[in-house]
């Protein structure tokens, strides 16, 4: 299985498991969360690496390969990618170099 | 192996190696750690909470199993888990959400 | 001024921006933090000190003293308010201690 | 004295300091850190709001002025200002409430 | 007031409201925090120097201002404090720098 | 496959595709990287305590693993690393706990 397999199905078991048991709260902010990202006064590709140097620094290896798939779609290169994430380490440091190894290796993939 | 056997193996092999080879200080740590959740002016299934809400917006998944297998034990209701969970996501935001999709899968098994 | 009359004198004023300013997206974020303490299977009290521990554990004093001045009115006593502290401090570790002292010094002041 | 003045002599006094006192690691990662937001395949522009995000969910307020002031030397409108904070709260979460204060605090100044 | 005058004055006006209403488990971890930088396989100087990298990556300047006095009180040297800063700054990356211009600026003092 | 093995196996993979995507931002930090720990005031064995200990305050597995491997190289002795790890769990908290029982996994295999 691919890292973007593992991720989607990972993501989709456990998606329906906070679907199942989740309150109002919960429900409203994933909600909020997906309103997030819509194009506003930053396009939607851009909202995208925003998402992605945040996950970067944050440390969060779902929430970046999430980051890149969407970014990819709304256009992003690979170029722009990579340098978002090049953003992310010198803010982040090398603490960040075990996250930039998983990103790249789905970037990789793509 | 249930999330919950994976854990439970995961920590009995790891704590045997921190027993193992820590020292005074490790180990006066550890019992304090045990002492901080004993009954008190909070009761103990709140102090559970507690736990489990530090252990969300930390997102440390391990930490958030323990803390909602001790919870059930406490008597927690898979409700005021969930509540609970709710408070970490709004404090702690989308960062959060692949620990509660870990979080969720657990509470489903039990 | 003390401490308490400080923090309210500075979030007032930081409240009225982030109104002036803010966009659907963080109205609408604002609302979802208000709901997220509202008593349901779990008292509002003990939200308070669930706010309160995620607040200690990620450090932020202003938090810090929202939810002691909010758990107090909800009728917590300094018992359980330093319990809670206690926990968020076993947690969280000795990088907690600058904040266990303002947390403290306000509660003092109360 | 504005938000703006104080932030920019705190930063005048401190990088003094820093420059008479840092080794040539400190040297090389404030060259770099200064060159990993020159326009490359992401604009000038885009790149500050990386790292205002960045430096949201990280809650560093020092940084956040730094990035506002220089998005918008870059030509970002408050609008894109706000929905890149905004943006920063969805996934960083209420903890970064106060550090939205001081954001539109300053953004009011300018 | 010096930076080193108000960071010991703050300290000692917070440790006494701590010492006042702390319970049993904050009185342990703190006797415990004291135990953890003795003399033992790694000589005091340098765990105060590892205390001070923990301090710096986790952003707490009190705790870093505090493990700066206790360094060179053990006899660390401005080289050894700067370079362990230096290896902070690479690992924690460059949302540290606002707490290396306070760094600098107390040594500075000193 | 052992702990070592492992890790020594996905940071091969994952520094593959991070050298071939990366820029030139992101190839000079890695650069920094690893002079930041050559011998100066500070002796490579202590440099290597700090990365160790900064590792563990953040939390990252696999750096953790990275330290302990070098530190062990430069002669650090068992006591020594142990006595690294105590430092960071007192000041960052029970939540450090899996990742000490990663490590000592790790130390047990060495």
Excluded: W
Excluded at 14 to 38: E, M, P, Q, S, W
């Amino acid at each position: 299985m691919t890292k973007k397999e593992a991720f989607l199905d990972r993501r989709q078991r456990g998606n329906d498991a906070v679907l199942r048991h989740g309150d109002l709260t919960i429900r409203r902010f994933l909600a909020l969360d997906g309103d997030a990202y819509r194009e506003g006064a930053i396009p939607a590709k851009h909202k995208e690496l925003l998402g992605l140097v945040a996950s970067a620094v944050l440390r969060c290896d779902d929430c970046i390969a999430y980051h890149i798939l969407r970014a990819r779609e709304e256009g992003a290169t690979r170029d722009e990618v990579t340098e978002a994430l090049s953003v992310a380490l010198v803010v982040g440091g090398s603490i960040l170099i075990p996250h930039l190894r998983e990103a790249f290796e789905l970037l990789d993939e793509l």
